[in-house]
């Protein structure tokens, strides 16, 4: 079977042009690509993969480790074998793993495509989304979302500070367990300037300003840690409000028509993308060409609602392909969406994670 | 009596011989004791080479990684291999003020250097841990000076490229960490740690994580051991005293959940104790609790409790079924017909034979418990989490491997510590599988 396989994927390749019959010859070889799972990997799936290998015959293996990917990566390049071929990963993990040395630098104008009107890539991705080891595919956000049921119709919760009112909008509320962005939301829900949430996290009193906001809401909340609890908890009305990865909120929504909501305001957004395991540059450098042009860009926002990195391709964003609803208002770059955004702050918690994730582990345990 | 066979046995050789002491021989002429201790040694040999493939396959998979695990948890050589040059050259610095020129310069080179390599993360990542802001002080200066060739001073420089470079502290820590060892895994484990001047004190309360998790752990593990034990005697008991046929059947309510995916298990104990789970609506509609006064059950320590006791269960009943299942019931007719009431017979006879079994399940529910980490994950919530958690939250996500491992090794120490006073109180002979 694999032989016609072969074949077909051959003569496939053989029809287009003499560049394809190169890649042919890597079709061989199915391609580990390493992402997070759930609705994300599908998307990716629907995106790059499945045209990926219509054009050329080549597997693409899904590999759903990207929570651990960085711990993956290391263990690999110390063992000295590699699996995996490309990896989707955080801008913050990028860096660790290209300072370490377990992913190859990129030069990104030589490596990926041009806009369609001709602009190099490195002036189509938007700013910061090119970083020496890494490209980024897409823009998603943290947020809170809300199960609209367990509150009344004219009073729905809107602002951040509305999760820390437990007057007003009571119920339990679920966080995830690590200080990142709940940090970030207790000072700004504290009435702190979106400008100067990192400076402050930096000193003490900040720090200790953010836990004692959060020590508010303590006893009313239930931690996360896996992506896939939060739409669960707030499905099953556990609680009411549950912070979550914004694709994952859209997807309860559109596909399983959950009543939830999303409180837009004072949004954390980041973005994510792919690097590439020491040496596997050219195994991995034509799927990451591919993947990561205008149109597969624009495309995968047709299946999940994370905003392309690419200027080029949030011009050409179509509408939910499975539904069929207009993508433009869940997208987290939405103008009214993204009016009170915090972009996360890579180099604070490079710096300062291995300290606050223990003072936030000790204050949980208090 | 062997003894005096024995006697009996030699004496008419001795006489023989007429008290000329000659070895007995074999048949094929070889004295006897030779010959003896030839077939032992095949039969030895036989045996080893039997075990040989188990034990080479524990040495491998077993004894090694353990013991790599343990020098991984005192092991600090980043600064070493990767800042050599500084490493030696602070050797000389003694602790006051700021290290001189010569310092500073030979820091600049094994930065350029490591920039070049790209093998800066694994150094910064370990200074990070010890003094925040190292990695950012590191990488940033890195870049910074990957151009600059030879400065009037290389102190100013650094100082510039980074104010991190100004504060003796971090010098300190450096000058700790350029050993090859380090005790900074433990003592963090401990939540102790190193102060500026080199004395080891205790970490600062907001930080305080391990000691008390750990001590949490351990009691939550002898906790469910004896809820198990609670649980599994009777069942035990009656799988061991029914007729074959209904026995059999009960004991595949047994081993039917134990077959079972430990996350089906999980996740089923969530869909019933959670608050709007099976349990509480239930207790709503008998009108038991109020619909606005629902338990919580889950994502606390009770959720690990239940959902690790019903898991845990089987390792205590089938140990305890197989050895009640050897204790003759004419025992229990002996005690009765000379008299003894219902209970002191169960108390005084049949008990006490029961007790290997005890110790066996005791054994392994306690050691399977103490190391279980996915269970306490989904249904421990925040009061619920193992210490265990924090092992593999340091293997996968913070990468603190030396950390990892100095925990782990804690909690290895400790369960070997627990097992010999065990062994002492009740003696590891008296354990019993079957």
């Known amino acids: 079977m694999t032989k016609t396989f072969h074949k077909s994927a051959l003569s496939i390749a053989v029809a287009f042009s003499a560049t394809a019959i190169f890649s042919s010859a890597q079709a061989m070889e199915p391609l580990n690509v390493v992402s997070w799972g759930g609705a994300y990997t599908m ?324 | 009596m062997s003894d005096s066979m024995h006697g009996s046995h030699a004496n008419p050789s001795n006489a023989g011989d007429n008290g000329v002491k000659a070895p007995l021989v074999a048949a094929d002429g070889r004295p006897l004791k030779v010959s003896l201790r030839r077939a032992l040694f095949k039969n030895k040999l036989r045996a080893i080479l039997l075990v040989a493939p188990l034990m080479l396959f524990l040495l491998v998979a077993f004894i090694l990684p353990i013991f790599s695990m343990l020098t991984r948890s005192v092991e600090s050589n980043e600064v070493r291999t990767i800042l050599p040059t500084t490493a030696l050259a602070i050797q000389a610095w003694e602790g006051d003020g700021l290290p001189d020129e010569q310092v500073f310069a030979a820091l600049a080179y094994d930065l350029q250097e490591g920039q070049r390599n790209r093998n800066l993360g694994r150094v910064a990542s370990r200074l990070n841990y010890e003094f925040s802001g190292m990695r950012s002080t590191i990488t940033g200066t890195a870049r910074r000076i990957s151009n600059i060739d030879s400065p009037d001073s290389w102190k100013e420089t650094l100082m510039e490229a980074h104010r991190n470079w100004g504060n003796p502290d971090v010098w300190t820590v450096i000058k700790r960490e350029s050993r090859g060892y380090t005790l900074s895994y433990y003592l963090a484990a401990l939540d102790m740690r190193f102060d500026t001047d080199g004395s080891i004190v205790r970490q600062p309360e907001s930080r305080r994580v391990y000691v008390d998790l750990m001590i949490k752990t351990l009691w939550m593990s002898i906790l469910i051991t004896f809820l198990c034990f609670l649980l599994g005697y009777p069942v035990a008991f009656l799988l061991a005293s029914l007729p074959m046929r209904t026995s059999s059947l009960l004991m595949m309510l047994v081993l039917l959940p134990f077959w079972t995916s430990l996350l089906v298990r999980t996740t089923t104990w969530i869909a019933i104790l959670q608050s709007q789970g099976i349990l509480n609506n239930m207790l709503v509609a008998l009108g038991i609790i109020d619909d606005q006064a629902r338990l919580r059950m889950i994502y606390n320590e009770i959720g690990t409790i239940v959902a690790m006791t019903h898991i845990l269960l089987p390792f205590m009943i089938l140990p305890l079924y197989s050895v009640m299942k050897s204790i003759s019931p004419s025992y229990m007719r002996a005690a009765r017909s000379m008299g003894a009431t219902g209970f002191t017979a169960f108390r005084r006879v049949y008990f006490p034979q029961t007790v290997p079994g005890i110790g066996a399940g005791a054994i392994l529910v306690f050691i399977l418990a103490i190391g279980y980490y996915i269970t306490p994950a989904l249904v421990g919530g925040e009061s619920g989490r193992f210490i265990t958690n924090f092992i593999a939250y340091h293997m996968q996500v913070s990468l603190n491997w030396g950390l990892a491992a100095a925990i782990a090794s804690i909690l290895l120490g400790l369960v070997i510590t627990l097992y010999l006073i065990y062994n002492k109180l009740v003696g590891s002979d008296s354990l019993k599988l079957g």
């Open chain 1, 43 to 366: 998307s990716q799936e629907e995106a790059y993969s499945k045209p990926w290998t219509e054009k050329t015959g080549q597997r693409i293996i899904n590999i759903d480790r990207s929570a651990t990917g960085l711990a993956g990566l290391r263990a690999q390049v110390e063992a000295g074998n590699v699996t995996w071929d490309l990896v989707d990963m955080l801008p913050a993990d990028a860096k660790i793993a290209c300072a370490e040395g377990l992913i190859e630098v990129l030069n990104h104008d030589e490596l990926l495509s041009p806009a369609p009107d001709g602009t190099p890539a490195s002036e189509d991705f938007i700013p910061g989304a090119l970083d020496e080891c890494f490209v980024a595919t897409i823009v998603y956000s943290n947020i809170v979302g809300f199960n609209t049921e367990m509150f009344p119709e004219d009073n729905q919760p809107s602002t951040i500070a509305d999760v820390f009112d437990l007057e007003n909008f009571p119920g339990m509320r679920s966080l995830q367990r690590r200080p990142i962005n709940n940090l970030e939301w207790a000072l700004i829900a504290d009435g702190v300037a979106h400008d100067d949430v990192y400076d402050l996290l930096a000193t003490e009193e900040g720090v200790e300003r953010a836990l004692a906001k959060l020590d508010t809401i303590k006893d009313h909340v239930i931690w996360w840690s896996e992506g896939a609890q939060p739409p669960q908890l707030l499905a099953d009305k556990e609680v009411a409000f549950a912070s979550a990865y914004n694709g994952r909120i859209f997807d309860a929504q559109v596909n399983e028509n959950q009543p939830f909501g999303i409180i837009w305001d004072a949004q954390v957004f980041e973005l994510d993308g792919w690097v590439v395991p020491k040496g596997k540059l050219d195994v991995a450098k034509d799927f990451l060409r591919f993947s990561t042009d205008t149109e597969r860009n624009a495309a995968q926002a047709s299946y999940i609602s994370y905003g392309p990195a690419r200027m080029s391709a949030a011009e050409i964003v179509g509408n939910h392909i499975p539904t069929g609803i207009d993508m433009t208002p869940h997208m987290p770059t939405y103008e009214p969406n993204f009016a009170t955004a915090l972009p996360k702050d890579d180099d604070f918690w490079a710096d300062y994670q291995d300290e606050l994730n223990e003072r936030f582990d000790a204050w949980l345990a208090r």
